[in-house]
T-cell receptor, first 114, second 114 residues
């Protein structure tokens, strides 16, 4: 079942912060985050595993609350280069034929203006 | 530049043609994936190969035929496609034991069916 992302789109000025949420009605074992710029490949940002951990890379961080079956991506002090469509991808069970089966949310389009 | 190379970048074909899409990676990954992406939609998983064997087929029509001749190459053979098959076709790869592994995407082949 496809995870639900919110908001669908957000417009920011450089330096502003944003939060993108991803929620699922099914139990999650991990959440992936990817960014795709127009006409380019999706680029891996981070994976969060069960345990409620928070990960970060420079000014982009994320959290994962498996009890709520939610993940949030935090972008602080946004830069022009952050523009693109952000997808969360969820992995379900650990059985062999489920592994690697990413189901992506519908995407959040982020535009950062000067 | 991405580390997963897809050729061709663009392909226009008639409904009676036979063509192939090619994907190559040299990262030592043993899991490879085909996704289909329509405009403003998330990537949708089609096939997963693990150690050169097909492990997941997401009920894809037989007019799409995947092939993994070796650990670095992944092909998608196309025959008798329909106009609704026009889309961006993305290849991705990850380390084996592909649960919780980041996926590295190619730039895709943009396919148009006349």
């Amino acid at each position: 079942q496809q995870p639900v992302q919110s908001p669908q789109a957000v417009i920011l000025r450089e330096g502003e912060d944003a939060v993108i949420n991803c929620s699922s009605s099914k139990a999650l074992y991990s959440v992936h985050w990817y960014r795709q710029k127009h006409g380019e490949a999706p680029v891996f940002l981070m994976i969060l595993l069960k345990g409620g951990e928070q990960k970060g890379h420079e000014k982009i961080s994320a959290s994962f609350n498996e009890k709520k079956q939610q993940s949030s991506l935090y972008l602080t002090a946004s830069q022009l280069s952050y523009s693109g469509t952000y997808f969360c991808g969820t992995e379900g069970g650990l059985s062999g034929n489920q592994g690697g089966k990413l189901i992506f949310g519908q995407g959040t389009e982020l535009s950062v203006k000067p | 530049d991405t580390e997963v190379t897809q050729t061709p970048k663009h392909l226009v074909m008639g409904m009676t043609n036979k063509k192939s899409l090619k994907c190559e990676q040299h990262m030592g990954h043993r899991a490879m994936y085909w996704y289909k992406q329509k405009a403003k939609k998330p990537p949708e998983l089609m096939f997963v190969y693990s150690y050169e064997k097909l492990s997941i087929n997401e009920s894809v029509p037989s007019r799409f035929s995947p092939e993994c001749p070796n650990s670095s190459l992944l092909n998608l053979h196309l025959h008798a496609l329909q106009p609704e098959d026009s889309a961006l076709y993305l290849c991705a790869s990850s380390h084996a034991g592909f649960i919780h592994q980041p996926q590295h995407f190619g730039d895709g082949t943009r396919l148009s069916i006349l």
